[in-house]
């Protein structure tokens, strides 16, 4: 039982290129969501998904598009990365809509 | 808007002392209030939470924290705090909608001398 993974852990992009974070849960939760963390700003959320097929827009979604084709997946895209998006990435699943949220370890994405 | 804030950044107390992080919510409904706590290079581990019921909830790794609704707080506290506890602590308040989406506070930096 691995929890929730996350690939790459870390990635460095020039500026347009663009890149997907993947986001696996082996515990069959419904929901799953992608955050990004700056210094002295905490968590926000970028997107989330509250089951298989679905996604919904968070606090910070511009720039970013996800995708939710398996329920143990959770894909974060970048189309064309810019500065402003550098950031440590976090991936989180919840059984249900106020279940504990498991967090991944992060990806760490610089981008020049 | 809901909103957290954790009004110290950084806090620094010996190893052995008590210890009270403090968190302040704005939320128009009652509040589901969280506490996760963020080791170097790691992801967020839950500490505990408050739903409703009893306003002191205790957690892992002895930590507890009580739900003030008067003071609209939810201060984390632990009576002997060890080296392994230094680490980044975070409030969060979740949202009583379609899913669990987390507002977090800025994090306080907890470090622990010998």
């Known amino acids: 039982n691995a929890g929730v993974t996350q690939t790459p852990k870390f990635r460095v992009l020039k500026t347009g290129q663009s890149m997907t974070l993947l986001c696996a849960q082996d515990?069959?939760?419904?929901?799953m969501y992608w955050y990004r963390q700056d210094p002295g700003m905490g968590l926000r959320l970028i997107h989330y998904s509250v089951g298989e097929g679905t996604t919904a827009k968070g606090e910070v979604p511009d720039g970013y598009n996800v995708s939710r084709l398996k329920k143990q997946n959770f894909l974060l895209g970048l189309e064309s990365a810019a500065p402003s998006q550098t950031s440590v990435y976090f991936c989180?699943?919840?059984?249900?809509?106020?279940?504990?949220?498991?967090f991944g370890p992060g990806t760490r994405l610089l981008v020049l | 808007a809901q909103s957290v804030t954790q009004p110290d950044i950084h806090i620094t107390v010996s190893e052995g002392a008590s210890l009270e992080l403090r968190c302040n919510y704005s939320?128009?409904?009652?509040?589901?209030l969280f506490w996760y706590v963020q080791s170097p290079g790691q992801g967020l581990q839950l500490l505990l939470k408050?739903?409703?019921?009893?306003?002191l909830v205790q957690g892992i790794k002895g930590f507890e924290a009580e739900f003030k609704r008067s003071q609209s707080s939810f201060n984390l506290r632990k009576p002997s705090v060890h080296w392994s506890d230094a680490a980044e602590y975070f409030c969060a308040v979740g949202h009583t909608g379609t899913a669990s989406k987390l507002t977090f506070g800025t994090g306080t930096r907890l470090q622990v001398t010998l």
């Open positions: 408050y739903f409703s019921g009893d306003t």
């Open positions: 989180a699943s919840s059984w249900t809509s106020q279940g504990t949220q498991y």
């Open positions: 939320y128009g409904a009652t509040p589901y």
């Open positions: 515990m069959n939760h419904e929901y």
